[in-house]
């Protein structure tokens, strides 16, 4: 199997690196379109700000070899919410797979912002593995994607919000997988076993 994870801007390419590695999985980190597109699967992870990755995707077309992809595409975290149509953050369009608008959390008395921490996955319809229902993973994030119809889980921290999406052939997940330990291994056998 050919695996590209997408290198761009924000971070924790190499935590998912050596995520991946763990699972024994051939991997290459590039922002080469030919090669993104001549892979099996492709990873989009992602850790920082919306309206500069948005930048440096558009910079190098790689905002519109994204939504062009037929293979299966799996977006992490940030990677999740640029596969959205527009983002709180700093008011960015994005990459629009998913027809939903990214939202800042709230923070009140009970509730930080960043929501950082282990936080348990309701699941609501089909691509991951039933053994991570009531499981708990890792989060870290200030915005999320509301409850849609392409919403894979649920977790509540302040409001109910997607923990993953799925359409076509474009997945994600608002966790950290590389960072939830044997949870986020089965998300990741999950993704790469499709």
């Known amino acids: ?24 999985v051939n991997f290459t980190i590039t922002d080469d379109p030919e090669t993104i597109r001549k892979s099996d699967k492709v990873l989009f992870p992602g850790v920082g700000e919306a309206s500069s990755t948005m930048k ?23 990677g999740m919410q640029l596969l959205c149509r527009h983002s709180e953050e700093n008011n960015t369009e ?15 008395p009970q509730f930080k912002v960043p929501h950082m921490g282990w936080n348990q996955l309701a699941l609501s319809n089909g691509w991951l593995d039933p053994a991570l229902d009531n499981q708990n993973v890792y989060f870290v994030h200030s915005y999320y994607v509301p409850v849609n119809p392409h ?44």
């Not at 994005?94 to 009140?108: H, P, S, T, Y």
């Open 1 to 24: 199997m050919n695996i590209s994870v997408i290198r761009y801007n924000a971070g924790n390419i190499q935590s998912v690196s050596f995520a991946l590695e763990r699972l024994g």
């Open 56 to 78: 440096y995707l558009r910079e190098r077309k790689l905002d519109q070899l994204i939504r062009e992809l037929k293979q299966p595409v799996f977006g992490i975290c940030l």
């Open 94 to 108: 994005c990459l629009g797979i998913f027809d939903e608008e990214v939202k800042r959390f709230q923070a009140g």
């Open 151 to 194: 919403t894979s889980a649920i977790t509540e921290y302040i409001v109910p919000f997607s923990a993953a999406l799925k359409k076509d052939n474009f997945y994600a997940v608002q966790f950290h997988p590389e960072k939830s330990a044997e949870a986020g291994e089965r998300v990741l056998k999950s993704f790469l076993n499709l």
